[in-house]
Every structure is written in C-alpha cells, then in structure tokens.
C-alpha cells in the first residue's frame, strides 16, 4: 500500500512537470485591420463668407507575419514580427459664398491615406483554465514606418454660370516620414507625412484549438503621428486605433 501511495505521488510530480515545461513554437499569422486615427482638433480655418465641415472614418486593411511562442502551462509570450497597414479616410469640404453676387463655390474631398508599418507587438497571453480554449491576452507594441499611400479625390462646383471650374482632380500622395512637432498642416492637400517611430499596446480576447489560434484585438496607438515639414497650428492631432482580427498557425 505504502508502495502504490509512493508511485501516485511520483506520476502526480512527474505530470505536474511536464505541464509546467517551456515550450517554443513559431506560427504564421494573418489578419484584417479596421484601421482609423482618432479624431482630435480641427484643420477648418476661418474664412469670410465660408462655410466648411472635416471627418474621419475607418478603413479595412491587413497585416500578415511571423510569431514566436514561449509558453508554460496556461501563460504564454508571444512576440510577433508583422507587417500591418493602417491609416484612416479623410473626408471635407468647404462652400464659399460671393456676397454680391450670391453664387457659391463648392469643394469636397476624400483621401484614403494607407501607412505601411513593421510593427512588433509583445503580447502575454493567459488561456483560461478547463479546456475553453479561451485567451485573454495584452501587450506593448512598437512600429517603424516603411512606405505608404494617399490617393485624394476633389470634387468642385459652382452656381455661378460664368465660371469655369475643374469638376474632378484625382491623384496620389507618397507617405514621407519624419521626425518633428506635430501640426495640421501634415493632413494637406498634397503632403502627407508621418512621424516614422509609432508605440502602443494591444488588448484583446482569442480562442486556441491545437496549433489554431483566433484573436480579436484593438491597438491603441500612444504616439501623435501628424507632422509636417510645413508651418502651420498644432491644434491636429492624430493616434493610430486598430481593430484586429487574426489567425495563427503553429508550426510543430
């Protein structure tokens, strides 16, 4: 009897050994971006006899990468090395109104900025214990800017028959990155630019089934992104947001 109580006590410590082992894996993973900036300050400048309105809005996007696991019983690290493209649609428009002659000037625009970013989120991820497969996970991350575009749409109109106006503009902006104060002038017409070192961290909830791993996620972004080599106010502001959806694969 001693014997047999000996021999459940070293399967008990042997089990409880191998549970708490390290292990390593390295996973492939995917995903979709719904990628905005936060909305903070205005570009509307005033003008006489005008009138003007500016908004943002999401934009879908991807992202795709390598992750390195280290995990121990429930808790894991999982350091990623990812390209993810972010960035944010810009909408406005501005009427103008001639006081003598009260005819109006319109314009509106669109421009749908994309920034390419390498980016190394750091995440500690916990799987619930009971074999849910639930995660919970939160971590920094840090982005480097490597490239991007913004295509820009312009609409003008007029009341006045005697003018002559071009109806559409359409062309394309390359994403210059910098370092520097942040102002207003960085979302203008034709200079996109960017500061080039972005930090953050992530939060989200995942499920994992064998070598499969699903997470939804949102980055918030901690760096105000918005510069321009131009002068101009420094009431804009602008902070990556990102809501993630991704799947990894472990490899064995």
Same mark, same amino acid.
Do not use: C
């Given at each position: ?19 708490a082992q390290t292990t390593y894996r390295i996973g492939v993973r995917v995903g979709g ?36 696991e280290v995990a121990r019983g429930n808790f894991a690290f999982q350091p990623a090395l ?24 319109? *314009?509106? &625009? ?12 750091? #995440?500690?991820? !916990?799987?619930?214990? %009971? ?29 006045d028959p005697g003018a002559t106006t071009v109806p559409v503009t359409r062309y394309t ?34 499920? *994992?089934? &064998? ?12 760096? #105000?992104?918005? !510069?321009?080599?131009? %002068? ?21």
């Amino acid at each position: 009897m001693q014997k047999a109580a000996l021999l459940l006590v070293a399967l008990v410590a042997a089990a409880s050994g191998a549970t708490a082992q390290t292990t390593y894996r390295i996973g492939v993973r995917v995903g979709g971006n719904l990628a905005a900036t936060s909305t903070e300050g205005s570009t509307a400048q005033a003008v006489p006899n005008a009138s003007s309105w500016y908004e943002k809005a999401p934009i879908f996007t991807g992202q795709a990468g390598l992750v390195l696991e280290v995990a121990r019983g429930n808790f894991a690290f999982q350091p990623a090395l990812l390209f993810s493209q972010k960035g944010t649609k810009i909408k406005g428009g501005s009427t103008v109104r001639d006081p003598e002659t009260g005819y109006e000037f319109r *314009r509106e &625009g669109q421009t749908t900025a994309r920034y390419n970013w390498l980016e190394m989120p750091l #995440n500690f991820v !916990y799987t619930l214990p %009971g074999n849910t497969g639930l995660q919970v996970f939160a971590g920094p991350y840090v982005a480097v800017g490597v490239g991007g575009s913004a295509k820009t749409t312009i609409n003008n109109t007029t009341t006045d028959p005697g003018a002559t106006t071009v109806p559409v503009t359409r062309y394309t902006s390359t994403i210059a990155y910098a370092s520097g104060e942040a102002n207003s002038t960085a979302i203008s017409i034709r200079d996109f630019h960017s500061r080039r070192f972005d930090t953050g961290f992530n939060v989200g909830v995942g499920y *994992r089934r &064998g070598p499969v791993q699903l997470q939804a996620g949102y980055g918030i972004g901690l760096v #105000n992104l918005y !510069y321009s080599k131009a %002068g101009g106010n420094t009431d804009q502001s602008g902070y990556n947001r990102v809501a993630q959806l991704t799947g990894t694969y472990f490899l064995k």
